[in-house]
């Protein structure tokens, strides 16, 4: 799933979503870069790198009941009270996004975290109100 995302976004399968409809129920959210720093980078200053690790435009699916999130950096699934709450996704790969604000200022924030090493500055994402979407990773 992870690789098939990575490959063509959500946003084609995202448009198939938005065709079926009325069975629309999970929140998408689009949203654009606005910060990111290539502090901790090993290629600092190539904003392809950069662009690899915080792409310019990101789209988040939650599910209508907040039990699972799916992103370009994968799906959360299970999730826990406080990250349901919060809107809080962490990804097995060490991305973390902070979705607090998701709902009312529309900025979220994305952390890489790796064993022994520093946490960089987060990168700032500013979202649009969320549409309705029947979209759901794979099982």
């Given at each position: ?13 995202m ?9 629309a ?7 654009d ?12 200053g190539d ?8 792409p310019?435009?990101?789209k988040?699916?939650i599910?209508?009941?907040?039990s ?25 790969n060490?991305f ?8 009312t200022?529309g ?5 890489f975290n ?11 994402y500013q979202?649009d109100?969320p549409?309705?979407?029947s979209?759901?990773?794979?099982d």
């Amino acid at each position: 799933m992870n690789k098939f995302l990575n490959r063509i976004g959500l946003s084609a399968v995202m448009s198939l979503a938005f065709a079926q409809g009325t069975l629309a129920a999970n929140d998408f959210f689009r949203c654009d870069r606005t910060f990111a720093s290539d502090q901790g980078l090993v290629k600092r200053g190539d904003p392809a790198v950069l662009n690899q690790m915080y792409p310019l435009e990101l789209k988040i699916v939650i599910a209508e009941n907040r039990s699972w999130a799916a992103s370009y950096y994968g799906v959360h699934r299970n999730r826990g009270k406080n990250f349901k709450k919060n809107d809080i996704i962490v990804m097995k790969n060490g991305f973390q996004i902070y979705g607090k604000e998701l709902r009312t200022t529309g900025e979220i924030m994305i952390t890489f975290n790796q064993a022994g090493k520093k946490t960089g500055r987060p990168a700032r994402y500013q979202c649009d109100k969320p549409k309705k979407t029947s979209w759901k990773p794979d099982d």
